[in-house]
């Protein structure tokens, strides 16, 4: 039995130009690309027409393939010799979920590479105009998921309401009602700014500032839908003087 490779390849947040040059050759020279949902279109015409594509995208309790059985897929095309992309948003291993898979490549047998992507909080954050760390505002970032496996939102909330720290919330939008009473109820005061990146860095992006207060009625108000990142912090308040990206 021919035995192929395993790519586990972060695509980035959504600009195409935002790709890794390794992941572009890869992406020229994959037999099969299994695809996530939060890769854009753009980045899907860069793959040769002739390679086998398949979409493998999750959305929130509608998944076209299990997770179990993604992995299973990865190891099948690789041991039938196949060059393989397991081509991810953002960054594979930053809430990708890119451990799991390559946990049971190893039970498999089948190599594998790691190619870094750039993460959603980098990439959406530098489209918005928002450094994530600043010497007068913030010397820690905090990266965390709204939406944990057993689909509650029980973060750590006392180490979260903590000075001079950026918190960077991914998939936080179905929660977001639950995240700003506990981040309040813990101590966080409800004038911390907060801003919502809608679709980060790519032609559709939005950004909408409010405060931890209020930031519900801003994102129901304007009908923001997801993919979007919450960006919580004194940083946020540099966003109107460095806002630079214009979709």
Not at 110 to 117: I, R
Not at 157 to 176: A, F, K, N, R
Not at 199 to 227: C, M
Request: hydrophobic share 45%.
């Amino acid at each position: 039995m021919m035995t192929g490779k395993v790519f586990l390849v972060g695509a980035g947040p959504g600009d195409p130009d935002l790709l890794t040059i390794k992941a572009h050759r890869l992406l020229q020279q994959a037999d099969v690309v299994l695809y996530d949902r939060l890769v854009g279109a753009d980045i899907i015409a860069m793959i040769p027409e002739a390679t086998e594509k398949l979409y493998v995208g999750k959305a929130k309790s509608l998944h076209s393939l299990p997770q179990d059985q993604i992995n299973s897929l990865l190891a099948r095309k690789a041991k039938e010799g196949k060059v393989v992309v397991r081509l991810k948003g953002g960054d594979p291993f930053i809430f990708g979920r890119g451990g799991e898979e390559l946990e049971e490549l190893v039970e498999e047998g089948v190599s594998f590479e790691v190619v870094p992507g750039v993460t959603a909080a980098a990439g959406c954050a530098a489209y918005a105009g928002i450094p994530l760390t600043h010497r007068d505002y913030a010397q820690s970032v905090r990266f965390l998921t709204g939406h944990l496996k057993d689909g509650t939102t029980e973060l750590p909330w006392d180490e979260l309401v903590h000075p001079s720290q950026t918190l960077v919330i991914y998939m936080g939008l179905t929660g977001l009602e639950s995240i700003s009473q506990s981040l309040i109820r813990f101590g966080m005061r409800p004038s911390m700014p907060v801003a919502i990146v809608e679709k980060g860095t790519s032609s559709e992006q939005r950004v909408f500032t409010s405060t931890i207060k209020d930031v519900v009625g801003v994102a129901q108000q304007n009908e923001v839908k997801s993919p979007a990142l919450l960006i919580i912090g004194e940083v946020v308040t540099l966003q109107d003087k460095l806002a630079w990206f214009s979709a």
